[in-house]
């Protein structure tokens, strides 16, 4: 059995997958990495992916043009950020009950939509003429065996995923806003005190986040398959925030844990061909988030501890 | 400023009719005990709060801040006694913040650390400019708190008790920086109430008292002696009539206790003493001086990390609140609103919050209503809480009767001892003598026994038998006969004047 995987061709192919599948988790994690260091959980990166990768749909089918595509990706995804931003920052609403309540909305809605333009309300696979984002050969990798098969001819997107991994450490880290986030976040009383509007930023981190859930929206729809389904995101929204979360908002070990999911969810793709359960096989990825999250969690608490037995050694010392 | 009145929307009058100036290159001491509207005036200057009548002229006109940013931009720094500091950043980029330098599309890293660093070269005030707030020590952090005062061209500067944190060599390096200050054409105002230091460090001192000025006066005309007699006195001087108390048998026994803050810092510093059934023991202070931590650990709220705690012959380390209160312990916690009392839950479901899963109050897995009800109206009555209904949300009664409502459950727990921290703290006369009176009555008749935390010096020495004071979590002084203790030997022992020696002190533990 091991032979079926255990040759150069199908590693390639796994890498390529593992790569594949990180993208919009990595997208997603990367803008909750704005609103997490401005000290607020993004709960609904789900929706604005839902509603950026219909957006994408739509646009590109009714202009035919594939930036507009892009474009409208990116505004829908935009667009639910500020109707949060508006809810929970000017009419105070709770932040994380409204992400709940939009993203049970942007489920519902998604589909209504659907059905308003194509009559069904599974997928808009053969009748909407949507577009696809091309994909990209790289020349010379390409041929390195192993490596070419993993990393070339991704969408251009996924490409674009990992640049922004380094785009966000530049904007968190060397601009004025990524200050201005940091200290909203760390303490919201020492920005205020120097005049930093709280709201504003956190509204601005969240626009961010909403910016980056189009982008992998966009792939969703117009790079990983060519059409809009119902509920397409499939937890992925929660898995980004918890790759975020676990990484404590740094973009580089947020990507690697959005691959660490990414892996999983390869695995279990890998695994159904075989005559393991199904059913366990798909839940894989998400087994795999609570593990993490779990160990990223016991790490810390034994941190704590040991930083407390000695203190009180030094106490007893004395 | 000229005629300050500040009154809070629940009628407590913090600021009244208080006028007070400083002159430029000039370091004034605002001294006062807490809760004497130190704190409020300042949060007035700074924009914080607005005064209902008065004005501030600040340099020959006059201005109004409408909040911190006016009064920072007119030219007045305030180091808070919390710092106001993102923790992960740099020292460069908390100072900086919200008027970073740019460089193209980028923040300016390079110019921030030279700002930092130019101010902190000017006035000798030695940061590293790139190191992370969380690596500093926190007299290093309150450096950088006054060079965000700096850097924002600040000419008043405002510390509000800066000491309190500080040991005693960043204290000596805090006075020469103040000093360099005011070399530098700099205004001062130091808030404190450790004398010594003010005296050394000040040219004039304020002394406010219950929210009106009670002098100003130059440095070098004062002593500490004169400044304690101004800012501690009793306004006008009740008595309660009360027995002497009998000793009985010990409740609470506290043998070396040190409990840390959260800094690490030894709050509570290795205490002894012991309570008695029948009788209360008084814990004067100038509050931060321990006695909220010590109150905390005893009622299991709070930790403490050496020492032993005795409540009836049980140690209490390592039981939980519940088991603690099972021992015979009742608290009367500080802040009524948070610790003390559910707000939205009504005079009824406050008054059984403890015992709801008593025997007593059940009928079956069921609470008994009619019970509760006849027990809630029997305290109502006998603690003359004024409230509309049993039912009626606690959150709706004053100040006065809430706090009647905690001591109506506390009383009625049948413990043998009550903490009680602060527990007429801002409530009307009338109740302040019901409470005080009760106290009294428990351990006479009931002889129970009463740890009794107060800020105010009437009732500490009104009410309780025997007295301790504590001074930077220790014990200064202790009085076996509270009848003998006068208030300016009180005050010169709260404020650090004076110190009984050990011998003094361990008959406390008798």
Redesign the interface.
């Given at each position: 059995m091991l032979e079926t995987y255990w040759n150069v061709e199908w590693i390639g192919s796994f890498l390529f997958s593992v790569i594949r599948i990180s993208t919009p988790l990595i997208f997603a994690a990367l803008g909750a990495c704005f609103t997490k260091k401005a000290g607020l959980l993004n709960m609904a990166l789900e929706s604005m992916m839902l509603v950026g990768a219909l957006c994408g749909v739509l646009a590109s089918a009714a202009s035919q043009s594939l930036f507009l595509g892009f474009l409208g990706a990116v505004a829908g995804a935009v667009a639910i950020a500020g109707i949060i931003c508006y809810c929970a920052f000017f009419l105070k609403t709770d932040l994380y009950l409204t992400s709940i309540s939009i993203n049970l909305a942007a489920s519902g809605g998604t589909v209504f939509i659907l059905y308003l333009v194509c009559g069904q309300k599974s997928t808009s696979a053969g009748i909407l003429k949507s577009l696809t984002i091309p994909k990209l050969t790289i020349p010379l990798i390409e041929k390195i065996p192993v490596l070419g098969a993993a990393v070339s001819g991704h969408n251009v997107l996924t490409y674009v995923a990992f640049f922004c991994v380094f785009l966000v450490y530049f904007l968190l880290k060397?601009?004025?806003i990524?200050?201005?986030i940091?200290?909203v976040?760390?303490?919201p009383?020492?920005?205020e005190?120097?005049?930093?509007s709280v709201r504003r930023i956190q509204t601005i981190s969240f626009l961010i986040s909403g910016v980056f859930c189009g982008c992998a929206g966009a792939f969703m729809s117009m790079g990983y398959v060519s059409w809009f389904a119902r509920d397409m995101l499939a937890g992925r929204g929660f898995i980004s925030m918890s790759a975020t979360n676990i990484s404590n908002a740094s973009p580089f070990l947020s990507m690697l844990s959005a691959m660490m999911f990414g892996l999983s969810q390869a695995i279990a793709n890998a695994l159904q061909i075989t005559s393991a359960p199904a059913e366990l096989v798909s839940a894989l990825p998400y087994i795999m988030t609570i593990l993490l999250v779990m160990l990223f969690a016991l790490i810390r608490i034994g941190r704590r501890r040991r930083k407390m037995a000695k203190?009180?050694g030094a106490?007893?010392e004395e | 400023m000229q005629n300050i009145s500040k009154i809070y929307g629940n009628g407590f009058v913090a600021n009244k009719d208080i006028t007070f100036s400083v002159n430029e290159k000039e370091i004034l001491a605002l001294v006062g005990e807490n809760g004497a509207g130190k704190t409020t005036l300042m949060k007035i200057l700074f924009g914080m709060e607005q005064p209902q009548s008065g004005q501030i002229i600040l340099e020959g006109k006059e201005v109004r801040f409408q909040n911190p940013i006016e009064a920072i931009a007119a030219g007045i720094g305030m180091v808070h006694q919390h710092f106001m500091q993102a923790l992960s950043l740099t020292v460069a980029e908390n100072v900086v913040l919200g008027i970073e330098p740019t460089k193209g599309l980028c923040f300016d890293m390079e110019k921030a650390v030279r700002m930092t660093q130019e101010v902190s070269d000017r006035y000798d005030l030695r940061v590293e400019a790139r190191a992370r707030i969380c690596d500093l020590s926190i007299g290093q952090r309150q450096k950088v708190e006054i060079i965000k005062a700096l850097v924002r061209e600040a000419r008043i500067l405002v510390l509000d008790e800066p000491t309190a944190v500080l040991t005693p060599q960043e204290t000596e390096e805090l006075f020469e920086q103040i000093k360099i200050l005011r070399e530098n054409g700099h205004s001062i105002i130091f808030i404190s109430h450790k004398l010594d230091e003010v005296m050394r460090l000040c040219d004039r001192v304020t002394v406010l008292r219950r929210g009106r000025i009670i002098g100003s006066e130059k440095t070098e005309n004062l002593n500490e002696r004169k400044i304690s007699r101004m800012m501690v006195g009793r306004d006008v001087v009740t008595s309660i009539d009360k027995e002497p108390a009998r000793s009985r048998e010990t409740i609470l026994e506290c043998r070396d206790v040190v409990c840390l803050n959260e800094n690490g810092r030894k709050a509570v510093n290795q205490i002894s003493f012991n309570i008695h059934g029948g009788e209360i023991l008084g814990i004067a202070g100038v509050e931060g001086n321990g006695q909220n931590e010590l109150a905390l650990a005893i009622t299991g709220m709070g930790n403490y990390e050496c020492g032993s705690i005795r409540v009836n012959g049980q140690e209490i380390k390592g039981r939980d609140i519940d088991q603690i209160r099972a021992l015979g312990v009742a608290h009367i916690s500080e802040d009524r609103m948070r610790m003390g009392s559910a707000g939205e839950l009504s005079v009824k479901e406050n008054l059984i919050s403890d015992r709801m899963f008593k025997k007593e109050f059940r009928r079956g897995p069921f609470i008994d209503r009619k019970k509760v009800n006849d027990f809630a109206d029997a305290c109502i009555r006998e603690y003359e809480i004024a409230c509309d209904h049993r039912d009626e949300p606690i959150r709706m009664l004053s100040g006065g009767n809430m706090q009647k409502v905690i001591v109506a459950r506390e009383f009625t727990s049948g413990a043998n001892l009550i903490v009680a921290n602060q527990p007429t703290r801002g409530v009307d006369i009338g109740t302040c003598d019901m409470i005080r009176r009760k106290l009294i009555d428990k351990t006479r008749k009931d002889g129970i026994g009463a740890l009794l935390i107060s800020a105010d010096l009437n009732e500490v020495l009104e009410v309780s038998d025997r007295l301790l004071v504590f001074y930077k979590g220790k014990i200064a002084a202790y009085f076996e006969n509270v009848k003998e203790v006068t208030e300016e030997e009180l005050g010169e022992y709260m404020l650090g004047l004076k110190t009984m020696n050990q011998e003094q002190i361990r008959e406390a533990a008798g």
């Open positions: 060397k601009t004025r990524g200050l201005r940091k200290s976040g760390e303490n009383h020492a920005a005190s120097v005049g930093i203190l009180a106490i007893q | -």
